[in-house]
Nanobody
Framework: QVQLVESGGGLVQPGDSLRLSCAVSGFTSHYYSLAWYRQVPGKERESISCVSSSTGITSYRDSVKGRFTISRDNARNTVYLDMNSLKPEDTAIYYC?????????WGQGTQVTVSS
């Protein structure tokens, strides 16, 4: 059974940094794409960043380009999201998503709050 578990969220001040982690279990191969999404109550979940399984190519939402970095450690089946220069508008629940053999799996989410 595939499971995704996020960690690393918290309360930080504007300008601070956080690293989110998402550990994937229940699937032995690392040939699957991984992505980070976020959602604010009352709004749709939006894509933040993704990393290809085969090429390692990454992409980012315009609002986080230059501030967020996605990376993956295939040996640990873990994807990371390094978030720098955080802004209040980055406040949301952050989810990781895996596309494994054309099936979508979601983690439970981790809250990130940016406030002074």
């Amino acid at each position: 059974q595939v499971q995704l578990v996020e960690s690393g969220g918290g309360l930080v001040q504007p300008g601070d940094s956080l690293r989110l982690s998402c550990a994937v279990s229940g699937f032995t191969s690392h040939y699957y794409s991984l992505a980070w999404y976020r959602q604010v109550p009352g709004k749709e979940r939006e894509s933040i960043s993704c990393v290809s399984s085969s090429t390692g190519i990454t992409s980012y939402r315009d609002s986080v380009k230059g501030r967020f970095t996605i990376s993956r450690d295939n040996a640990r089946n873990t994807v990371y999201l390094d978030m720098n220069s955080l802004k209040p508008e980055d406040t949301a629940i952050y989810y990781c998503r895996a596309n494994i053999l054309s099936r979508i799996y979601w983690g439970q989410g981790t809250q990130v709050t940016v406030s002074s």
